[in-house]
Nanobody, 116 residues
């Protein structure tokens, strides 16, 4: 059972990057899914999530309008499309999948650095 995150990378300010997490050993469609991030010296922040019950999405104010979360149940994958990146988006990003009973699977963090 694991969530395998794609590699992050170095992106210039204003650029875009898409992160993905592929689930193996379990079916994502039975889970709420989302992304957290943690920047050095800052608290962990939930960036975005998709509800299991109705598929609704939610975003942190800091990324609203720039980031888009999506799931592809056929590919057992969750995506985070990040546009208009800025230095404040530099962080380690973690995907997660959470069942109703609270069982949560985490992907390994992937570093995203926004810098010129």
């Amino acid at each position: 059972v694991q969530l395998q995150a794609s590699r992050g990378g170095l992106v210039q300010p204003g650029g875009s990057l898409r992160l993905s997490c592929v689930a193996s050993g379990f079916a994502l469609n039975y889970y709420a899914i989302g992304w957290f991030r943690q920047a050095p010296g800052k608290e962990r922040e939930e960036v975005s999530c998709i509800s299991l019950s109705d598929g609704s999405t939610a975003y942190a104010d800091s990324v609203k309008g720039r980031f888009t979360i999506a799931r592809d149940n056929a590919k057992n994958t969750v995506y985070l499309q990040m546009n208009s990146l800025n230095s404040e988006d530099t962080a380690v990003y973690y995907c997660y999948a959470r069942r109703v009973n609270g069982v949560t699977h985490w992907g390994k963090g992937t570093q995203v650095t926004v810098s010129s």
